[in-house]
């Protein structure tokens, strides 16, 4: 644990932000992407990212890709692509070059294990989230609604248990019906989420699901997904805006309860479900912090349609997919990101900071404009090599429905007007495309979907447009076969 700096006090906001525009000590996020972070270099004087695809071509002046591959075992998580990065030649020198006497400085990933924490200790990185263990625990979703119930924060009702075949299946849920949804311990966007309602649909997943010693067995509701973004700090927990959630969209991913996207607009909740998701989040961040815990989280909340509650889906101990949104609202630049007041807890310094009046003004309609964005994957069940792929920064759309590169930004705050858009490209050309590949995040001001929770027919006309400015060639079946990892996490 670093010493901190006894001689200094941030007292409040306005310090917090001038601390951070005079850091000195080198600050690495290390990812696939920038995504979870962009624009986290404007706020943070030394900061870096450090990835394994450059969705800027070269273009963006603080984002850093090695040139050349060393040889490495096949891909199978975020986690194996930053364990590659931290032994590539050229970032070790990156790093090196930038230590500020015997301080290599401090690295913040989407997600990391415990080889992740071995490799940053011996480059003398320190990592600014809790330990991998601690966060593999909160992580497990049979412990969030462990942590849930500590907390006092209401779940959608369920059972924890091991689960031996159907039979097994209907004697421990019999209290909660027919129409279920089990969650396996670890798994994100959908590709560990089963709905089940008979033995067939059971004997889809069977296999996944007895393998675990525990999962968790809910109720089917029908519901809409929300999503809200918070931080646990030493003075209390910061807790930004509800979120819609964009879910299951075939249109933008293969995987029936598969997260992909997010709205931010004002009065996008009744105030009784928005007052109630601060609460929830904050006894949930005050629980967390009675665990051990610091730093970002988020929340996945589930909003009953038929009798309107609200309960805790999921949480995700991270940055998330979810954090471009957060990170660039209106009450997000009046004040500072999220992941500041993070990074605040593993510097060297203490601060003051009243919570109370942060999230006073988080909570205010006027602070909220209006942004979303979509997650565009590869829908098909089919392996295509990308042979031209549309450049990230900002594209304008036509009323016939076709888009045009307007101008390299990377920054979604330049997107001026609503037929305009900003698109980060994930896979590019000379690269694959395989059922669940992303291919790229579009990020648009104004809405995507409707009250009802259906793509609006502008959402619909940029998700084709941005597939059509993709070429690829099928791969037949006896072709080399790609390295197939998701690049995102929610």
Request: proline share 3%.
């Amino acid at each position: 644990m670093a010493t901190k700096n006894t001689t200094m006090t941030l007292k409040g906001v306005h310090d917090i932000r001038r601390f951070f525009y005079k850091n000195e000590e080198p600050i690495y996020f290390i990812s696939a992407t920038n995504f979870n972070l962009l624009g986290a270099d404007e706020w943070i004087k030394g900061f870096k990212y450090i990835n394994y695809i450059d969705c800027f071509d070269g273009l963006h002046p603080n984002v850093f890709c090695p040139t050349e591959e060393i040889p490495h075992d096949q891909f199978e998580s975020i986690e194996d692509i930053n364990n590659y990065l931290l032994q590539h030649p050229e970032v070790q020198n990156l790093i090196a070059s930038r230590k500020k006497g015997r301080k290599a400085g401090k690295v913040m990933f989407l997600m990391f294990n415990e080889k992740t924490e071995k490799l940053a200790k011996k480059l003398g990185l320190e990592i600014m989230f809790p330990s991998a263990k601690m966060r593999t625990a909160m992580d497990n979703k049979v412990n969030t609604n462990r942590i849930a119930e500590k907390a006092g924060v209401a779940c959608v009702p369920y059972v924890l248990s091991q689960v031996k075949d159907y039979e097994h299946l209907n004697k421990v849920s019999k209290k909660l019906g027919k129409d279920l949804v089990i969650q396996t311990p670890f798994g994100d966007s959908g590709h560990t989420t089963f709905f089940i309602s008979n033995e067939e649909e059971f004997k889809k997943h069977e296999e996944e699901i007895v393998a675990e010693k525990e999962v968790k067995i809910m109720k089917r509701i029908n519901c809409r997904g929300s999503a809200i973004e918070a931080c646990v700090t030493r003075h209390g927990t910061i807790v930004a805006p509800l979120m819609t959630e964009l879910v299951g969209f075939k249109e933008l991913t293969p995987y029936k309860g598969g997260w992909c996207g997010n709205e931010i607009y004002p009065n996008s909740f009744t105030p009784t479900l928005r007052r109630k998701a601060r609460k929830y989040t904050q006894m949930f961040g005050d629980q967390l912090r009675q665990e051990g815990y610091k730093g970002y989280f988020e929340l996945d909340f589930l909003i009953d349609q038929d009798n309107g509650e609200i309960y805790l889906g999921e949480l995700n101990p991270r940055v998330t997919g979810a954090s471009s949104i957060t990170n660039h609202a209106v009450f997000a630049l009046a004040d500072a990101p999220l992941y500041l007041f993070h990074m605040l807890e593993y510097m060297d310094v203490d601060y003051e900071l009243s919570i109370k009046a942060i999230n006073d003004r988080w909570a205010k309609q006027i602070n909220t404009d209006s942004w979303s964005q979509l997650i565009i994957k590869h829908t098909k069940k089919t392996i295509e090599y990308v042979t031209e792929a549309p450049k990230s920064g900002i594209w304008r759309i036509f009323d016939n429905g076709h888009i045009k590169f307007d101008r390299m930004d990377s920054h979604r705050r330049a997107v001026e007007s609503d037929n305009e858009g900003f698109f980060l490209r994930i896979t590019n050309k000379g690269d694959y495309l395989y059922e669940g590949a992303d291919m790229g995040i579009l990020v648009t001001r104004g809405r995507m979907m409707t009250d009802n929770f259906t793509l609006t027919q502008r959402a619909k006309t940029w998700i084709n447009a941005i597939h059509n400015n993709y070429s690829s060639t099928l791969l037949d079946d006896k072709e080399e076969q790609p390295e197939i990892i998701g690049t995102l996490a929610k």
